[in-house]
């Protein structure tokens, strides 16, 4: 047997070995479309002789592209994995457009504008043009028209007379980016959509594309898609409608049928089996899912047995939530001897604001978590601080990470000159790198006339950057960014700076430093091989532009940070054991043996801003549906800041009616008896463990009686419940009614 076909289903295999040139793959959570994708990657490169570098795999997150390489290199090795362009569409754009941008004009060297830098580019614009327009709005607004491929001109030959201040702004923030050789992720998507347009030589080589989570594809995306394939048309892609969660960042779950309209031969297989989820939890989900009517009807077969019922459970508020949380995985962590591990655990959240609570709870009692979607890492004012100065040395026309140095450590630069520098060089038309050497050098002058400390403070500035500058240009290789993290850092003295500035937490904000630098060192180890991963094969009659390596590993460096921003997902580095934290969002995809969904009230899903009911339905479908053998969701009954309910009461969110709650749910833990635990085994496809080392600490767990949350005012849950107990006489499960 072929390995690569080992240990899949018939339909799988179909797929797999599918010789059909469109290929849509269409199946609901956990039927092993990533798995299919990946092992029809490695087929057509075994058995059609496709090369590596000819063929395109596309994934969602950084983190699916990581695991997808990992499992490419069991499967055909890792000197040919390593050559496949397989990444976001954000990053294989990337690439294309460092390799080709030239041919459409782009600058060498461009940087990428995080959502920070958006934010700030259009808070200065607005500001100038006296709009009252906020600035999240305009940010959403201006990425949709991107994404739809709407210029700023083609925006304003369509909206009314009154709606033209968007389109100032859009073309005000527009030339901004290009004034600072930004370019924005919208862009990236753009930018390399225009150069395959225009060149489609650049991808005369591509003789496959595959995509994985196409229901979250956008427009651009789609385009993309195509362009990518020009030149022989073979496409494979893999999605579920009923997952399709990025509506509100424009993605189009049309691009399905629009493919099938394109491509008339496409050919469609289905996947019917689940093969990650107990029955219970495959049921509950899938009766959320089902009050969609619109969709088709259609249900998925579990592979696993029925397990235990998933818990839904009222608290008292967050803080007894958060709590309830911590016991729950101390207690099943204990109970099952060693079967669960910290990392087995994850909560999902609809939105990133709801962790501080969940992640103080962790803290005090000691549970390791790690956060991803949330922007933790990266947004510590010292790592930002250090990115900022590696921006501006990657290209000083980056005035806003240059606005974030000038005066960090304090240089005796006030708000005033900062004020005065700026206006001088929005005068000027200039940068304003170019306007304060100027300045300094005497060539040009702002109006009022700067301090004398001052101008000492901006030419100390000015001299660490040329320095750092030409350390740059004598490096060489991919040590780079290591080498400049260390020169800047030593040069201002950076340690004493915190020290200085936070005597109480300098060793945390040091410590961060030294991540950071830990990435950088890993970008130097990884060194020629990472560069080779970026490398695009050579096409005959195309030039590549070639880049100055220690430029190019710092520019990679920093890119890998904003996409790692802007996928949502973070660079975790080796895992300990540790609990996740995730938003729903950035958790497409990915599997856990145990979910928390915690705040499943009205108002925080549905959200109260949500504008697609139906796309927040989705999302909780998502997220029940990333559990494999326990699912946990609760709700706290107050919420004391929530402005809606007056008392701040709140309810249970309408997708889990009573009908789905009374027979799908328990209201309390599992019982962890010896067969709910060996049926986790089952379902993990682990080694059960010894009943001796079942329950041994139960003696030191805290107590979870419901005592414990009255005092704050939650009801019992007693025979007055309104959940049933499901739980049968020998602690397993029994399934509420006949299976269908
Ligand atoms: P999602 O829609 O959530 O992205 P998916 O359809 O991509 O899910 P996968 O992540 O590929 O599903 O697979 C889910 C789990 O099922 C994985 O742990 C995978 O290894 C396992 N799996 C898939 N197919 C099989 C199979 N034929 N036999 C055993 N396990 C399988
Ligand atoms: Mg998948």
Known sequence: MDPILDGLNSAQREAVTSSASILQVLAPPGSGKTKTLTARVAYLLSHHGYQPQDVICCTFTIKASREMRERLAKLIGERLESRLILGTFHSICRRYLVKYGYLIGLRKGFGIADSDDTRAILRRIIKRLKSSMEIRTAQGRISKHKAHGLSPDALAERVKAEEMELVHIYRAYNTALAEANLLDYDDLLL???????????????????????????????????????SKNRRITIVGDPDQSIYGFRSAEIQNLRRMQKRYVNTSVILLESNYRSSGSILNSAQDVIEQDTTRPAKRLEATHTFGTLPVLRKLPNPSAEALWMVLEIKRSVAMTGGLLKMSDFAILLRSASLSTR???????????????????????????????????????????????????????????????????????????????????????????????????????????????????????????????????????????????????????????????????????????????????????????????????????????????????????????????????????????????????????????????????????????????????????????????????????????PPKVTKTRFRPKGPPFHEKVVYSIADILRRPRPSPTDMCKDIASLPSLSDDKWTSEGEEKHDENSQWNDHQGPNGLVQEPYPKR
């Not at 959509?193 to 789609?222: G, K």
Request: include cysteine.
């Open 358 to 656: 969940i992640e103080t709870a962790f803290g005090r009692a000691g549970i390791p978590y790690k956060m991803v979607g949330g922007r933790k890492f990266f947004d510590r004012t010292e790592v930002k601080t250090l990115l900022n100065y590696l921006r501006v040395v990657s290209h000083t026309e980056h005035s806003d990470a240059l606005l974030g140095i000038i005066n960090v450590p304090p240089r005796r630069i006030g708000d005033e000159t900062i004020k005065q520098l700026t206006i001088g060089a929005e005068q000027a038309q200039v940068t304003l790198w170019t306007f304060i050497k100027d300045v300094i050098q005497g060539r040009r002058s702002t109006e009022k006339k700067l301090q004398k400390a001052a101008e000492q403070g901006l030419c100390s500035l000015m001299k660490l950057i040329e320095a750092s500058k030409q350390k740059l240009q004598d490096c060489q290789d991919a040590s780079a960014p290591r080498v400049l993290l260390e020169y800047i850092t030593e040069s201002l003295s950076f340690q004493e700076y915190l020290l200085k500035t936070y005597p109480l937490d300098e060793d945390g904000r040091w410590a961060n430093v030294k991540e950071l630098m830990g990435q950088a060192n890993e970008v130097a180890a990884a060194g020629e091989e990472a560069s080779r991963e970026e490398d695009l094969p050579e096409i005959e009659g195309v030039k590549q532009q070639q880049a100055h390596s220690g430029e190019e590993a710092l520019s990679r460096f920093l890119a890998n940070v904003a996409l790692a921003t802007e996928a949502q997902t973070q660079d975790e580095g080796e895992q300990t054991s540790e609990v996740t934290i995730s938003t729903i969002h950035a958790a497409k995809g990915l599997e856990w043996p145990v979910v928390f969904i915690p705040a499943v009230y009205n108002g925080s899903i549905p959200h109260s801003r949500a504008e697609v009911v139906d796309e927040e339905r989705r999302l909780l479908y998502v997220a029940m549906t990333r559990a494999q053998a326990l699912l946990y969701l609760s709700l706290p009954i107050r919420q004391p800041w929530l402005v809606e309910g007056e008392d701040g009461s709140t309810t249970l969110t309408p997708f889990l």
């Open 191 to 229: 930018r390399c959509a225009d150069l395959l347009r225009e060149h489609p030589e650049c991808v005369s080589n591509v003789q496959t594309v595959l995509v994985d989570e196409f229901q979250d594809t956008n427009i651009i995306q789609y385009d993309l898609m195509n362009l990518l394939a």
